[in-house]
Structure formats: C-alpha cells, structure tokens
C-alpha cells in the first residue's frame, strides 16, 4: 500500500504551500482592522472565522514544508509583498490596504468585503494554477488542502457576496 509520503511532490507544490502562507497572512492583517472600524456583527464572525481558518491552515502549511525540508516563510503579507510573489492573484495593493485602513463604518463594511472577495478568488485562482501544473498536487496531503481551500473560499465569496447585496 502507498503512503502519501511515496507520492512525490513538486516544486509547484512547495511554491504554492510557501505563497499560500503570505496570501493567508494577508488575510488575517485585513481581520484585525475589523473591530477597530465597525461594530457590524455579520462582519465580526465571518472575520472570527477566517482568522481562525487560516491561522490553522498557516500552521498546516509550515508543518508541510518542515517535514518536506524547505523554507518555510515568514508568515507576514509584507514579506510576500517585498518579493517576487507580490504579483500573487487576489493580494491587495498597498494602496487598498490604506485605503481600507483608512476607511470606517459602512465604507469599510463595503471594501472589507469586495476586498476579500478579491483576495478569495485569488486564492482560487492560485489553486488551479497548481491543479494545471505539471504533476502539482498530486501527493494526497497537498490535494487535500488544495480542495478545501477552493472549497471554503467559495463558500466563503457566497456569503460575502450576500452581505454586500443586503447592503445595497
């Protein structure tokens, strides 16, 4: 019988597994600007439950690359930005992080979610770049993460989605 283990994994693998921890980091910088910025409670649990998310699949993400021996990044959206991975899908410019950090009450309750809808879809996007790549995702422990990443941020989109429709 094979493990996991005996399926081997590509450099695609590991440079999405790396770019996917920055990409989460991001993440969880636009979920601390939520209670400073709005008392909405819709907006406080969907936070709550993105920052608890991917603080888990961070740590997934680095108990992979430790295992596997590679380099695992700071798991800071600065770090990803100062490097080649700024062009990741979905990251939001510097100017939109000022621009939501800037922003209060039913202003960023609207940027908050059209910019994680954007950071979402990147992230899916970032999936079916490792889907189409040559041998990605095949060692099952990736493919798992892989599919439940595509599969909770497009849940996730929905709901937002929803939000931005009741605020209309």
Same mark, same amino acid.
């Given at each position: 019988?094979?493990?996991?283990?005996?399926?081997?994994?590509?450099?695609?693998?590991?440079?999405?597994?790396?770019?996917?921890?920055?990409?989460?980091?991001?993440?969880?910088?636009?979920?601390?600007?939520?209670?400073?910025?709005?008392?909405?409670?819709?907006?406080?649990?969907?936070?709550?439950?993105?920052?608890?998310?991917?603080?888990?699949?961070?740590?997934?993400?680095?108990?992979?690359?430790?295992?596997?021996?590679?380099?695992?990044?700071?798991?800071?959206?600065?770090?990803?930005?100062? !490097?080649?991975?700024?062009?990741?899908?979905?990251? =939001? +410019?510097? @100017?939109?992080?000022? &621009?939501? /950090?800037?922003?209060?009450?039913?202003?960023?309750?609207?940027?908050?979610?059209?910019?994680?809808?954007?950071?979402?879809? !990147?992230?899916?996007?970032?999936?079916?770049?490792? =889907? +189409?790549? @040559?041998?990605?995702? &095949?060692? /099952?422990?990736?493919?798992?993460?892989?599919?439940?990443?595509?599969?909770?941020?497009?849940?996730?989109?929905?709901?937002?989605?929803?939000?931005?429709?009741?605020?209309?």
């Amino acid at each position: 019988m094979m493990t996991a283990r005996e399926i081997p994994y590509t450099d695609a693998d590991v440079h999405f597994m790396q770019g996917m921890i920055g990409h989460h980091a991001q993440a969880l910088d636009m979920t601390a600007l939520i209670a400073d910025r709005t008392n909405r409670q819709d907006l406080a649990l969907l936070g709550q439950r993105i920052e608890i998310s991917q603080r888990a699949e961070i740590e997934l993400m680095q108990k992979w690359l430790r295992d596997r021996g590679e380099d695992i990044p700071e798991a800071t959206a600065l770090h990803m930005m100062s !490097g080649h991975v700024a062009a990741m899908p979905g990251m =939001l +410019s510097p @100017e939109q992080m000022t &621009q939501l /950090t800037a922003s209060g009450g039913d202003e960023f309750y609207r940027l908050w979610l059209e910019f994680m809808i954007q950071h979402h879809q !990147g992230a899916i996007t970032m999936v079916g770049e490792l =889907l +189409s790549s @040559e041998g990605g995702a &095949q060692e /099952t422990d990736i493919f798992k993460f892989a599919d439940a990443v595509e599969e909770d941020q497009s849940m996730e989109i929905q709901r937002m989605q929803q939000m931005l429709a009741r605020l209309r």
